[in-house]
């Protein structure tokens, strides 16, 4: 009787699966798996092996004492960073709009009017059209006193803007409807004597006029000239349900493009300098003409040049190689949006500016993996595993095939796609056995990171949002799920979910804060996904295809974390149909799901000699 543990230790996940080595051949135990402790291939990833080790043999029933030998993966470092960059930026110079969503504004519809305050208001005429401007303070009773008062000497009351959170109260006491928007946290900055149009859908609805450039043109007699000015507002103003444009003479709003910083890729024959703000898809393109990439590196003084900088440092960290010889080998760009206050707003406006993410990575072949293996060996000798050695594996990609092989269904040839944490790895076993590999940047973590910045929410929701279908708490005895079904409840849903946008998670519903609409969120989710996931499965099987031709591939079987995605498979799979290609969630060993492939594997191998 041979106890054996073959380990994978991944970027994210350290993976281990117990066996028994026979004569008759190799039984599986029973499996583990933990969090990797500190980056992959280092000496921090011991505390992380011993947990999945005695994980997996306490699902098999064995002791430590019986560990003969443990087989670890030759983990080659990966250190992945990420990069943010704004490449637009609204800005207000002058008091120009306020754009904002309270969520309770009075009235309906358009008023435009001269923009006057409200203790001024007792010098109009007769037949002035007017906005009131209301500071912060003033009780609604005396609003709405003041405003029957004026409208009773005949002045055009056109609209009203609030300092306070009292719209609705202040519309049910004036004689007139006209839209009143609240809430505006700048009122005192509002500019005066200025034409200014106010507009409030009804519930339910967004604003139809100010959102319109053409709209803004009619309201304050534009030509074609300003009418261009003025568009960033329109756009800045879409899908919310009230808003007010004051025209200031001088006043400015633009959109302006802000220098992102260069990137230099750096290929066989050639190196190609691109401005991060040209967005993704020149990125990309410039990498795909480049490839292979020996090197990359950002503008210093940028984000981009901090990232890759840093990205470098930590590598020369880990592997003791000098940082002056770290390369970057991949990388993928994503065009994003990131909610941003918008500079020179009244009343906390954000506009979605445009943004690029990036995603470099950076691999070393001469990780010290053999301190690793011995300061495992020690470790689990000292444990009790007195007779224990520890055996560095074969090649990774090999391992990952003949793992993702014991999926029923599955022969050669053959093509794995690993879906991991911080990289998308691809292999591909050929009917002889030979195998090719790919490693290219940017996986789970980068959808999570997508998902965090486009609706401003902290990391651990996002990667919620990431795994879980949404709903939204309709009542306190049900949800309506994201595919429109309905889901009855027996017990009332807690309070804290009511009337919102709530995670489906395991043990629990998580609601997500803020007024973002379930649409959008999934959309957001879904976004990330494609764009992470279906460009990086294309790029990497391109990569090892035979002649560069997904036509001949054939089958691929997805494997890793990200592959337990609810929706990432399918996402994949339909983007791979058109070439032909089958893929399918794996199933290792038929009960292990996408999981503990390379682990398999590393067992499987040593029994076959
Ligand atoms: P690695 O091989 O690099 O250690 P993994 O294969 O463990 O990485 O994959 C880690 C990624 O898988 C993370 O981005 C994590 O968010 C994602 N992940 C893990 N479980 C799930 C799940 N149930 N649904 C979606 N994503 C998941
Ligand atoms: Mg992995």
Redesign the pocket.
Known sequence: MNLVVGV????????ACAARLGPAGVEFLGSG?VA?TGV?GTSANVDGVEAAVRAALKTSGASLGALRRVFVNEATP?ISGLAMETITETLITESTMIGHDPRTPGGAGLGVGDTVAFGELDGCSPGDEVIVVVPVGVDFAVVSKGLNAALERGVELRGAVLGNDDAVLVANRTDRRVPIVDEVRLVASVPLGMRAAVEVAAPGRTIRTLSNAYGLATVFGLDAEQTRAVSPVARALTGIRSAVVVRTPSGEISDRRIPAGSIELRGETATLRIDVGEGAEAIMSALERITPLLDASGEAGTNVGGMTASVKENMADVSGVDPAEVRIGDLLAVDTFVPRDVRGGLAGEVALENAVALAAMVRTSHGPMRQVAEAVAERLRAAGAEQVEVVIGGVEAEMATRGALTTPGTDRPLVVL??????T?AARADRSGSTATVHVAG??????RLIAAELGVPRDLA?QI???PLAKAESFFHLRLEDGTVQFSEDPLPPEVFARVVVLGTDALVPIPGRQGLERIRQVRRTAKHRVFVVNALRALKQIAPYGDLRQIGFVVL????????E?PELVADALAPYGIVCGTGNVRGTEG??NA?ASGLVLAQAAG
Do not use: M, Y
């Open positions: 994978d230790i991944g970027n994210s996940t350290t993976e798996l990797t992959k990966v690993d879906l991991g944490g911080g990289s790895d996986a789970g973590d980068l959808v999570t990667e990431k795994q879980a494997l890793g974390g990200s592959a337990l995605d609810f990432i996408p999981r390379v």
